[in-house]
């Protein structure tokens, strides 16, 4: 099995909506550094998962839709509890959508699955994997 | 499949038992920087894998039993030759057992497995990882 | 000369004002991993620069009054332009005032000069150093 | 289930064929930092999954085959696309001949699987992943 | 006494010439991680050390000219010893450069010294720190 | 001004010897991750501060007298309360002695200053900085 990683970050605000999330409910804010990971059986026939330059455009693109926003006020995630695990799982999920518009290249239609890891502090971090 | 990460170090003395070990045989130490990682298929209802807070508390009160010890010491690794690998595994097997007494939450009963990760320096690590 | 650093963190939501900010001007918001590091000439008579639990205390006392917050809408940074800069400069006197009150040890008071760092993610981090 | 990883680096140049590969098609070069974990279900009587000094040594006698090197020019990568995958599935091969031959040591033949990552930036990396 | 810094990286090949370099003499590679730091004793009018979008872009314009390149063959190092020392030198004269140019904005012309630091490994790293 | 610096580590037990220390003063251990910087006015006539080979042994050679013992028991270290901060003194003390018995090479005779830091955790370190 090989694997591919891409890293990028974005800088938001939000909120939390639940007890458990203590001061956290309160308006804060956090910079995810996000490492987007590809996987899959074989390489294509270049000897890469997929290419690399669409990858790191493809996550880039994606974030410059949240970062420096505030997510409480983001339409795509409306009613959403914008956890570290919830966005973890809506950057994955963009990413597997990108994959199949083709925007990753003919060469990603061959990857597997999509990991997506946001390290929101140097002690914490989150992540969720999902088939493409 | 959702995971989540927290972070914690110990600094502890030891020796290991077996020529394997070489100079390590002799009373020495390390600094174990400690990831502790809990998985789970779908999201508690807070939209997490379980309470942060309560996931790096129940960390740092199992490490704070060891830190500043000479675990060769130690009572409850009596009889452990206290490689970075059977560390981590006491480590994962003591937040299992923390997560069926309810320390971590009543959210965490539904987290799948636990991988812990020890650091011993920068250029190497072990980890265990095992089904809650 | 020695110095001797301790890290910790906050995440925090802010706006900038300027144009010189682009985007940045919208709520948003970062974690900032915050290294503090004194320096001083000479040890004291235990063989450190300070006591070092002392020294996280204080950086995490401090840090707990901005975390989880809006900085738009704290009191202490009013008027301020929270800047990566700004808020190095704000916890660096922070601490250099809390030197002064003995809240970090006698020992302390040999301190000779405070630098904080705050990293605002991977690829940027600002600091700021002063005298005591 | 247990891991262990070694940390090493090589620093080598290369050309990319492919037309993907743009201008990473000129001679260029990388130090890619290679992380080697072997996982293996139990431990060995010495409750380790392997002895980490051969492990270390392995894997430094392996990429000093290639460090300081121009992989164009290297026998044994003769028709290899010399991409960050193909170099991961390269060294995890090396390693898991070095299993067989006994060179990590007899507890090491208890090694399920090895999987190698190379670290081509702070922003980027490839890994294999192999049963032994 | 303020700084800022960003990261960016470049990819290349090259050869050192002088006994001292041993197998560093052939042909290999290396990927440099580059930290610009920017110093000054007071900020700008914004709060800041200088507008850190600009620096980010005139850091990696600067990069792409060296990036996937062997470094024997370019123009601008011509005679050059391309060491890991003489490339700080080279990056932190044209970042200077830059900035008398004012394409770092005329903040940045308050801006006192400059320091780059080339990541070569894990293990070894080399900086440069020039007035501007 | 240049500068280089190379990374090694040593695993140490010992106890420190104060009240301040609190735990610490039990026997226990840590990694010391070292970092050694050299730096010098201008380069050698190779292009380097020195040579980063000799550099490197230097480093590990003296922290091979050191690594995996007690410090309590290491005759070199009789009577110090061994804290990073003295530790840090102690590794750049020696490395001056290096310099000055030749053991870096000729061109180490015009390294103007060592700096040693000891990373103890990912969230504390100390250094010491002083003339050769």
Redesign the interface.
């Known amino acids: 099995?090989?694997?591919?990683?891409?890293?990028?970050?974005m800088?938001?605000?939000?909120s939390l909506?639940?007890e458990?999330?203590?001061?956290?409910q309160?308006?804060?804010?956090?910079?995810?550094?996000v490492d987007a990971t590809f996987r899959r059986e074989d390489?294509d026939p270049?000897?890469?998962?997929l290419?690399?330059?669409l990858a790191?455009e493809a996550l880039r693109s994606l974030l410059s839709g949240l970062?420096?926003?505030?997510l409480d006020d983001v339409a795509e995630l409306r009613g959403?509890?914008t956890?570290?695990?919830?966005l973890?799982?809506h950057v994955a999920d963009r990413l597997a959508e990108a994959i199949d518009r083709g925007d990753l290249?003919d060469?990603a239609r061959g990857v597997a699955s999509i990991a997506v890891t946001l390290h929101?502090?140097?002690?914490?971090?989150?992540?969720?994997?999902?088939d493409v």
Chains 1, 2, 3, 4, 5, 6 share one sequence.
């Open positions: 099995m090989f694997a591919m990683t891409v890293r990028d970050h800088m938001v605000a939000h909506r639940g458990v999330f203590g001061p956290a309160q308006l804060h804010g956090a910079t995810f550094v390489l270049s000897g890469v998962v290419d690399i330059g790191s970062t420096y926003r505030n959403a509890n956890t570290t695990e919830v973890a799982r290249g060469g929101e502090s140097h002690v914490a971090w989150a992540s969720y994997e999902r």
